[in-house]
């Protein structure tokens, strides 16, 4: 790790890393939904003259999955998945038994928590959100628990 980047060269050891993340309680990492590495930008992907997704694109994906959201909840006085108590996440993340399977593996080989097991659930609904799905699907479920799973060692 260089000053936040993730390189193929630290800077510092393993166990420098090791003491380093060791100071940050378990509890505190636990209340953060996301938690992805951010590499290092290589120059020949800056200069690089292939399309990408545009952010008009990117921000109308985000609006729409706001609005699902916003009709899910009318009527409450939520807005966001993140918002969700455990009667919303029973009603509005029902995931089917591959799902169940995968927050199962969570929870025993992962050690997730109460705490990651339901926010895993609401990050895994706002990614079908996103996809502009109603039923949140096994791969929505992988992709929040990867968010979650996330090398904190680099």
């Given at each position: 790790m260089f000053r936040g980047l993730a390189r193929e060269q630290a800077d510092c050891t393993e166990a420098q890393r090791n003491k380093y993340y060791s100071k940050i309680s378990g509890p505190l990492l636990d209340r953060i939904d996301i938690q992805v590495e951010v590499p290092e930008v290589k120059f020949r992907d800056i200069v690089s003259r292939v399309e990408s997704e545009s952010s008009e694109v990117i921000k109308e994906r985000v609006c729409r999955a706001r609005r699902i959201q916003l009709e899910r909840f009318r009527g409450t006085r939520i807005y966001a998945n993140a918002q969700m108590g455990?009667?919303?996440?029973?009603?509005?993340?029902?995931?089917?038994?591959?799902?169940?399977?995968?927050?199962?593996?969570?929870?025993?080989?992962?050690?997730?928590?109460?705490?990651?097991?339901?926010?895993?659930?609401?990050?895994?609904?706002?990614?079908?959100?996103?996809?502009?799905?109603?039923?949140?699907?096994?791969?929505?479920?992988?992709?929040?628990?990867?968010?979650?799973?996330?090398?904190?060692?680099?």
């Open positions: 455990p009667k919303e996440v029973k009603a509005f993340c029902r995931i089917d038994q591959e799902g169940e399977k995968l927050l199962e593996m969570a929870v025993t080989r992962l050690g997730f928590s109460a705490r990651a097991y339901d926010r895993s659930l609401k990050v895994a609904r706002t990614i079908a959100d996103l996809a502009d799905e109603e039923n949140i699907s096994p791969a929505h479920l992988a992709e929040a628990i990867q968010y979650r799973v996330m090398d904190r060692y680099y």
